[in-house]
C-alpha cells in the first residue's frame, strides 16, 4: 500500500506474527551484535577484563534500545506503507553505520560513528512517531508526541556527548541511558500503547534465536580455524561439544514456558522488556567465551585456564539466571521446579573450576538441567 494513515492496531488481534520486514530488521541488527562480540573476544584474550566487558555492555546498549523501541512501536503501529517500510529500512543503515562504529567506541572511546548511526536509526524511528500522532487523537497523541520530544531531546544529548572531554563521557553515557529507559515510563504513564502480547513475546523469541544462531556460527568458524591452524583437534571438541549443549539448552529453557501469558500491561511488560538486555547480551557473550576458550586451548590467549573457562560459564549462568527471573518462575510449582534453573546457574559457575573440560561440563550440567526440568513438569501435569 502507497500510503495508509497511522492509527494503533488491535491487541487483541488474532493471528498477530512478525513481518518479512521485521525479520530483515532482525537480521541487520545481528550485524552489530556480532561487532561487539567479536570487540569482546580480543579483549578477554588479552586479558583486558574490565574494559572488555564495560565497552562490550555500553555499545550492546545500542544495539539492544534501537532494536526494542523499533520492535514495541511496529507492535503497535505497524501500517506496512510505503513511508513505513522506508523509515524502517532508513533504521536498517543506521543500526549497519552504529556496527561499523563499535572496534573504535570499544577500542578507543570514540563514539562518533556510533552516534551517527544511533541518531540516523532514532530520527526515523521519531518520524514514525510523528506519523503516529498525527493520525491519533487525546491521550494517544500525547504520548505519540512525548516519544517524538524525548528521542529528539537524546538525540541532542548524544551529539552532544561527541563535545565532552573524553575521560567523563562514558560517564555522561550512563546519565544518557537512564534518560533513554524513562521515556517509556513517561510517555506511557496515562495512555498504553496498543503494543500486542503474542506479537512481542514473538518479536523478542526470535530475537534470541538469532543471537544464539550467531553465537554457534561464530564458535564454529573459531574451531574450524583453530583445526586449520593447530590440528588440535582432541583439546577442540570438548569445547565444541560443551558449548554446543550449552546453546541447545539455552534454547530448550528460554522456549519452555508461554511468555506472552503474563504480559497483560505495561507493568508487567516493561520489567520483562528491559530486562532482555541481559538476556541478549549474555546469549552474545557465550560465543565471544567459546571463541575465547578455543583460543586458550590452542595458545593464543594471554589468560589463565580459569579465566577462560569463567568467559563461558559466567555468561551461561547469567542467561539462565535471568530467564528463570523474567518469565520461568511464574511458570513453575513447588520448590523442586523453582530451584532448577538457579541451582544450575550455579553449578555452570562452578564448573569454571574443573580445569580443561569446565565447558563440557557446563553443557552436560545445562541438558541435565533440561531434563530434570522436562521430568519434573510431567510430574506436575500427571499430578503426581
Known sequence: MTYVPMTSRSRHESHRASTPLELFFDLCFVVAVAQAGRQLV???????????ITGYLFVFFGVWWAWMNFT??????????????????????????????????????????????????RLALTVQWLRAAAGEQ??????????????????????????????????LFLVLVVVELLIPAVAERSYQTQWHPHHIAERYGLFTIIVLGE????????????????????????????????????????????????????????PWGYGHYVIFASAAAIGAGLEVAIEHAVGKTHVSALSANLTVCVP??????????????????????????PLTALAILACAWTGPQAVLWAGLVASASVAVGVTLADRARSGA
Open 72 to 121: 514495541w512501536f511496529a507492535s503497535a503501529y505497524d501500517v506496512d506503507d510505503v513511508p513505513y517500510r522506508i523509515a524502517t529500512l532508513v533504521q536498517i543503515a543506521g543500526v549497519l553505520i552504529y556496527a561499523a562504529g563499535i572496534p573504535r567506541a570499544f577500542n578507543d572511546n570514540d563514539w562518533t560513528i556510533c552516534v551517527l548511526g544511533y541518531v540516523v536509526m
Open 215 to 270: 553465537t554457534i556460527a561464530a564458535s564454529t568458524v573459531a574451531v574450524q580455524s583453530a583445526i586449520d591452524e593447530h590440528e588440535a583437534l582432541g583439546e577442540l571438541l570438548p569445547i565444541a561439544a560443551g558449548g554446543l549443549l550449552l546453546v541447545f539448552a539455552a534454547w530448550w529453557i528460554y522456549f519452555a514456558v508461554p511468555a506472552h501469558d503474563r504480559l497483560r500491561g505495561n507493568r508487567e511488560a516493561i
Open 316 to 341: 551461561a549462568a547469567v542467561f539462565l539466571a535471568f530467564v528463570w527471573l523474567l518469565h520461568s518462575r511464574h511458570f513453575k510449582r513447588g520448590t523442586a521446579q523453582q530451584l532448577v534453573l
Open 42 to 52: 580480543h579483549a578477554l584474550a588479552e586479558d583486558h577484563v574490565g574494559p572488555g
Open 138 to 171: 487525546g491521550a494517544a497523541r500525547r504520548t505519540a508526541l512525548t516519544y517524538a520530544v524525548g528521542l529528539l531531546v537524546c538525540q541532542a544529548g548524544w551529539v552532544a556527548l561527541l563535545a565532552a572531554p573524553e575521560h567523563s563521557r562514558r560517564w
